[in-house]
């Protein structure tokens, strides 16, 4: 059993498990920071942008102007965003019989691994994480493709020339893995390859392998999953979170008694407490509404929205914030807003009860039909006829370099009373801000990551119990920034097993046994022993039939009795089938308890004669010998086939057959 | 021999209180608890004291499964977990969750608010009832408890019904509930794997019906409606406030809106609003273009459709009304009926099936002059006409459904007893199985032959699928030799020198010597040669090997030849094998004392 690494990201992973005859693909993730290093792309015209400088190597022998350009004092490739795919080169990806989905921020790579690999699977996922991640697609889609750029800058990827480069973009590694997005027509053709599955529901594999998804608390129908067959359990923990917020909860007891736990996707932001952050947020906002600024989230259209949606919702009479508009600027904000509302099954108990009244589960339908949050596809149409300050904006992209955000980045970003207020852990705030600098606007950072922390999850695995946990290697170590900090880690014994992006993990597994179904008449037809107190043996001889990886015994055929011909004069010379060896013996004979046996057989005349192993028996009247010994019976007869098949049948009596 | 039972309580060869107990495995489990629309005394919940005679539910049952709100299969419920007493777990899917309390508090207050029954459930028991209840999702796999699992699959027939599997290691059991083989406007088509039950229970409410295409039946239905709405008449469609009103409803809206036609539609029971939110919140569970579209469009939101008022049935001009309840037996919709029966202008349109001793049922079957209460007779001048819109499978989705599941037998239930046989011959024709349909109180035993599963060895697996060759070839089985090790209820299969060394055992090796004497005027050599040629010629697919000390080995058996002192023709061949050869060295013995052929060389 084996893992091949094809993401190094931890909470966007892709790994590939070869389990027994089956070839597993661990979630799809899509490593979006690479965008940092891209120029934003303006909605409209940005005259600051256009007219940055083009890079130049300092003695003028490099000239990259028309791909580089600096803007406060860092290089940005100035071309369509790329994104870091997960690797495609360590295994055949054609070889790929399924895929599995945790959540669907884990989902964003399938169009690259679908479409331009041979795939030929299937994809499992739950119809919230398939729904969700459909919308976050097309979002991104629709980002790209709304401000076409035909230029692709791919000179700087050269590593001659990357290595000449300032930093940050000399450091970057897998460059040529990095490719632009997707199309439309892609995500489709990915997602039509999906099939839907429940929590708790067994999915068969060929008939080899079992794999179930659980309930895991992060986000709507994210899920952990099992990977199992009769004997071996392989439990898949992504993203999973243990705060009461709006998914079901995570269900931890059936991650029981794993042989291997794949440990990824925790929180991004160990030292912060999401409460606090939520607080924080909140009282932010009122603070810049008050003063007269606006506020800015950059954020995804699903998610942790929704739960800042509910804490405004409580928030806004309390804060005196009844007549500030929200609106939330997404193509996908109506779409995300509606289907929050019809996945019940999926959410907490507490939303899940609203539904029988019937009421929607989640109070911005109240929001909304209040008029206090509106919602628009863009900043084009509607909105820019109905939009009033101060107020609130959410509107993606959280890295800040495509969406509508940039628009209101160049619009409030230099004026002191706006804010911006990060929520989203995926990407460094500084780096994001950087090509907006220099920034008059306030910045507030509260990440807001409800994954799991290092202290929930070794309380987890003290619960859980997995013999051995396999891990990115950045959870073996604490934080660079925050070296001494032994307890932003994972310690455990045995130690976890880290894998980094390109590594090939055997997984410490022996297989021992397999599941076979025993017909019921051949079940019947043993016949068991008692060999020691409490085991009994029985000796089976029986035709295997295996089919899609199900193994069945039956009953071996009964010899076909051929009618004697007529023609054939000779019927004795049929040699014996030779499928029926017989069983292996154990056991002692004993001299004396065999003696009385003989004699009530009639055979009296038996001279005993001891040697150094044992005895030699010689069977007078009948010229034959018996030598028996602690491991071994030999008998010697000649010309008398009846006789020695009733000395055969004597000593079997005293022997267990296996 | 292990045993399935299934005893219905209700629905046995009738349609009305669903209740049927299956006992699987050693384990009981109560399917719907439904009540019977056709009476009002007793016989309208199942006989619980066929269960037991005196004191609660709760220790002969391990759960109770409700497959869809509507009252013949959940009505009694309440009554069964409160009065009777079950505290237990009750199953049942979320829509089915959020809508049967709301059903079962109408119906409470037609009986005892309306007709002043008392000794009935109230409204706290139907709450403290709900609290049983554990939502199902479709395809989960619950386990009830370590041996039993459940599993829902989609029903189609109303939003949140539900077929399930009942599972007892492997033993199984799919109850269907009501379920509907076509998709409609509003919900999908019924689903189910090749899942093999040792038994499927189904509805058999059309049992003898095939329908033609549903577009002939809404084709019909609107021209019906049209004609009525256009000489002026009113149009009166009894309905349960959930399920086929609502796709009804879209299909008249859609036609009101592309014929542009002013005649008002109104729906008559509070109810609905309620009940398209619902419809609205659990979209998830409607058909595939509903969920596609509501983000743009939500279907549930009808334009035309309005809410009805007592005092419209006595308006002049024409309309048409949805009310509740169905089968005309009692509330707005048979007070309506009552004001509009003596209009030959007007017209019944009975879209589902009416149960006996229903006022629905006397005039679908043509009855002109109806009792009524208080000893008036009603004359019944107005149209009626049956329009089967009520989402049963018929037939042909009955069999398409045995297609799917392929169970081992199939019992049938919910349906007319006479109707029931002809299905019955059918499928034992069609299908050779077994097909039951025992009436209320009548058992049906089904004995399972289930398979023993027992943990094999890899090794002795793996070995013995390398033996047979990479692909596994049915026409020439092989056995395969194992030995069952049991111990602590568990059983292992393990090749005989493994089992050896796991009991720690030795080995007894029984060996046969055998001399055979035959003249053969031939140099030993020879001999030995004609003996190899001879057994190659007999022994056909063993390995015979002459091997260059002077023996001839057949498998493991060895034989030597010697010629006595004597007589250099008398030769002495020497066989000696074990007992794992016996059957082949008991066979050379005995051929090789005839003597070699003459022919030989």
């Not at chain 1, 160049?410 to 989203?424: M, P, Q, R």
């Not at chain 1, 051949?522 to 295997?544: C, D, F, H, N, Y």
């Not at chain 2, 037996?329 to 007070?335: I, K, P």
Request: charged letters at 20%; a neutral charge.
């Amino acid at each position: 059993m084996k893992l091949y690494c094809l993401s190094g990201h931890p909470t966007l992973p892709c790994n590939v498990l070869k389990f027994k005859c089956t070839t597993i693909m661990l979630d799809c993730g899509l490593d979006m920071t690479s965008a940092l290093h891209f120029l934003p792309l303006p909605l409209v015209h940005s005259p600051r942008l256009s007219k940055l400088p083009g890079w130049v190597s300092k003695d003028g022998a490099i000239n990259l102007e028309k791909e580089l350009k600096e803007c406060a004092g860092r290089v940005f490739v100035d071309s369509l965003p790329e994104f870091c795919l997960p690797e495609k080169e360590l295994l055949d990806l054609s070889t790929i019989d399924v895929i599995l989905i945790s959540n669907y921020h884990c989902m964003m790579a399938l169009p690259y691994i679908t479409e331009h690999t041979g795939f030929t699977g299937t994809v499992y996922a739950t119809e919230p994480t398939l729904q969700i991640g459909r919308l976050l697609m097309e979002e991104l889609v629709n980002f790209m493709e709304r401000v076409p750029k035909a230029q692709s800058a791919t000179c700087w990827k050269n590593k001659e020339i990357q290595r000449l480069l300032p930093g940050p973009l000399k450091e970057v590694v897998d460059v040529w893995a990095w490719k632009r997005c997707y199309s439309i027509q892609e995500v489709n053709s990915a997602l039509s390859k999906v099939q839907l599955v429940g929590y708790s529901q067994k999915v068969e594999l060929f008939g080899a392998v079992l794999v179930t998804p659980l309930s895991s608390g992060y986000s709507l129908g994210s899920s952990n999953w099992i990977i199992q067959s009769h004997y071996e359990k392989v439990a898949y923990v992504s993203g999973s979170s243990l705060l009461t917020t709006h998914p079901q909860p995570m269900d931890q007891s059936s991650l029981k008694n794993s042989d291997v736990l794949i440990l990824t996707g925790l929180t991004q932001i160990p030292t912060a407490n999401p409460d606090g952050m939520l607080g924080e947020f909140c009282s932010n906002l009122a603070m810049t509404i008050r003063a007269g600024g606006n506020v800015l989230v950059p954020c995804y259209s699903s998610g942790v929205i929704y739960d800042l949606l509910e804490c405004l919702y409580q928030f806004i009479d309390s804060a005196n914030l009844g007549t500030t508009p929200f609106y939330f600027i997404s193509p996908v904000a109506n779409s995300s807003l509606e289907f929050s509302q019809i996945f019940a099954e999926w959410l907490c108990q507490n939303k899940q009860s609203k539904v029988y009244l019937p009421e929607p589960p989640f109070p911005h339908a109240e929001l909304i039909q209040t008029n206090k949050l509106k919602h628009y596809p863009s900043i084009h149409g509607d909105f820019s006829n109905e939009f009033r300050q101060p107020c609130v904006v959410f509107t993606g992209h959280p890295s800040l370099r495509f969406g509508d955000v940039v628009h209101f980045m160049e619009l409030w970003g230099k004026s002191s009373l706006n804010t911006i207020i990060f929520t989203e852990p995926d990407f460094s705030y500084l780096d994001a801000l950087a090509p907006y600098q220099p920034l008059a606007m306030k910045c507030v950072y509260c990440p807001i990551d409800t994954r799991l922390n290092f202290h929930q999850v070794s309380k987890l695995l003290k619960e859980v119990q997995p013999l051995h946990v396999v891990c990115p290697e950045q959870y073996t170590q604490p934080p660079v920034s925050q070296a001494h900090r032994s307890d932003l880690m994972l310690e455990l014994q045995p130690p976890p097993m880290p894998y980094r992006r390109c590594a090939v993990l055997g997984l410490p597994f022996r297989r021992r046994y397999e599941r076979i179904q025993l017909l019921p008449e051949l079940a019947k037809s043993l016949v068991p022993s008692e060999i020691k107190p409490g085991v009994s043996v029985a000796t089976v001889s029986a035709v295997l039939h295996s089919k899609d990886n199900k193994h069945v015994l039956q009953p071996a055929p009964k010899p076909v009795v051929v009618p004697p011909s007529k023609k054939r004069k000779r019927v004795v010379e049929e040699p014996p089938e030779l499928l029926a060896p017989k069983p292996l013996l154990s056991g002692v004979v004993p001299l004396e308890p065999f003696l009385a046996t003989l004699t009530k057989h009639g055979i009296t005349e038996v001279k005993v004669e001891d040697t150094a192993d044992g005895h030699i028996l010689h069977l007078q009247a009948e010229d034959t010998l018996i030598q028996l010994e602690e491991d071994g019976t030999h008998i010697v007869c000649d010309n008398n086939e009846p006789l020695r098949i009733v000395l055969r049948d004597l000593v079997l009596r005293f022997l267990q057959k296996l | 021999m292990p045993e399935i039972k299934i005893t219905p309580l209700g629905a046995g060869q009738d349609v009305g209180r669903s209740c049927i107990l299956v006992s699987i495995g050693g384990k009981n489990i109560m399917l719907d608890c439904g009540m019977h629309m056709g009476y009002s005394d007793d016989r309208r919940f199942p006989d619980f004291s066929y269960i037991t005679q005196n004191g609660r539910l709760t220790e002969f049952l391990d759960c109770v499964i409700i497959s869809h709100f509507h009252l013949d299969h959940c009505g009694a419920l309440p009554y069964m977990s409160e009065m009777v007493g079950y505290d237990g777990p009750i199953y049942m899917t979320h829509p089915t969750k959020a809508i049967c309390p709301i059903l079962l508090e109408d119906f409470r207050k037609i009986t005892v608010d309306k007709k002043g029954e008392t000794n009935f459930f109230t409204s706290q028991m139907i709450k403290d009832c709900m609290k049983k209840v554990v939502p199902l999702n479709l395809h989960q796999t619950v386990q009830v408890d370590d041996e039993l699992e459940i599993k829902a699959y989609y029903a189609g027939h109303v939003l949140g019904a539900a077929m399930v599997q009942i599972k007892v290691g492997s033993e199984s059991v799919v109850y269907t509930g009501d379920y509907n083989m076509t998709p409609d406007r509003h919900l999908g088509a019924a689903w189910i794997d090749k899942c093999r039950p040792d038994i499927l229970i189904s509805e058999s409410t059309y049992a003898t019906t095939i329908r033609d295409s549903k577009r002939c039946r809404e084709r019909d239905f609107l021209k019906k409606v049209h004609e009525t709405v256009e000489r002026g008449g009113k149009v009166l469609i009894p309905v349960f406030a959930l399920g086929r009103a609502q796709e009804l409803c879209i299909l008249l809206e859609t036609f009101w809106e592309r014929m542009n036609l002013k005649a008002p539609i109104y729906f008559s029971t509070g109810l609905t609003e309620k009940a398209n939110h619902y419809y609205k919140l659990f979209i998830t569970w409607t058909n595939q273009k509903i969920r596609k579209t509501f983000v743009q469009r939500n279907m549930f939101e009808f334009k035309h459709i309005k809410a009805f008022d007592r005092s419209y049935a006595d308006n002049p001009g024409p309309m048409v009304v949805f009310a509740t309840p169905g089968m005309l037996h009692a509330g707005q919709s048979l007070q309506i009926f009552k004001k509009w029966a003596g209009n030959e202008k007007n017209m019944l349109i009975m879209p589902g099936y009416c149960v006996q001793g229903t006022i629905g049922h006397k005039v679908l079957n043509g009855q002109k002059k109806l009792e009524m209460e208080g000893r008036t007779t009603l004359e019944v001048k107005l149209q009626v006409e049956y329009m089967s819109f009520s989402a049963h499978a018929d037939a042909k989705g009955i069999m398409q459904l045995i297609r799917m599941a392929e169970p081992r037998n199939v019992l049938l239930v919910h349906g007319e007893g006479k109707k029931m046989e002809f299905l019955k011959d059918k499928i034992e024709q069609e299908f050779s199985l077994n097909c039951f349909m025992p009436a209320n109180g009548e058992t049906a035993t089904v004995t399972t032959n289930p398979s023993v599963p027992v943990d094999i060895s890899l090794n002795l697996l793996k070995r013995e699928a390398a033996l047979g060759g990479p692909l596994p070839d049915p026409k020439k089985p092989r056995t395969m030799h194992g030995t069952l090790i049991m111990k602590d209820n568990s059983l292992r299969l393990v090749s005989p020198e493994q089992a050896l060394k796991e009991l720690d055992l030795t080995e007894h090796q029984l060996r046969f010597t055998c001399r055979v004497q035959l003249q053969d005027p031939h140099g030993d050599t020879d001999t030995l040669s004609r003996v190899y040629t001879h057994l190659k010629s007999i022994l056909k697919g063993y390995t015979i090997q002459h091997l260059p000390d002077s023996t001839v080995m057949v498998e493991s058996i060895v034989i030597k030849v010697s010629s006595s002192s004597e007589d250099p023709n008398a030769k002495v061949l020497l066989l000696s094998w074990s007992y794992q050869d016996e059957d082949l060295g008991s066979f050379l013995s005995t051929l090789l004392r005839k003597g070699l052929p003459h022919g030989l060389c």
